[in-house]
Nanobody, 122 residues
Framework: QVQVVESGGGLVQAGGSLRLSCVAS????????MAWFRQAPGKDRVFVAA????????AYANSVKGRFTISRDNANNTVYLQMNSLKPEDTAVYYC???????????????WGQGTQVTVSS
């Protein structure tokens, strides 16, 4: 089993920045990928970004590419999502997930965190 815990959400003005953290524990060889998803009010949960612990490969949704950066700190079992140039449409609950391979859909991930709220004011 893998446990993941997100933190770092909050309220920020449009154009500002925020950094989310996700700590993973109990990781096994079969959980090499970590990802961020988000769910806005009344919307489905959608892919944001993903990274592999091993090779460091990354993937981004088109809506955040160039503004968000996913990174990893293997020594501390932590994945980060640096969010710059935030827009009101980025407002959502952000979830961290762990899975066997890098995927851009939520069913590709086995373990999920509790979510952290990000609110961007205009």
């Amino acid at each position: 089993q893998v446990q993941v815990v997100e933190s770092g959400g909050g309220l920020v003005q449009a154009g500002g920045s925020l950094r989310l953290s996700c700590v993973a524990s109990g990781r096994t060889f079969s959980s090499d990928a970590m990802a961020w998803f988000r769910q806005a009010p009344g919307k489905d949960r959608v892919f944001v970004a993903a990274i592999r612990w091993s090779a460091g490969n990354t993937a981004y949704a088109n809506s955040v590419k160039g503004r968000f950066t996913i990174s990893r700190d293997n020594a501390n079992n932590t994945v980060y999502l640096q969010m710059n140039s935030l827009k009101p449409e980025d407002t959502a609950v952000y979830y961290c997930a762990a899975g066997p391979e890098l995927r851009s859909y939520d069913s590709g991930y086995r373990y999920w965190g509790q979510g952290t709220q990000v609110t961007v004011s205009s």
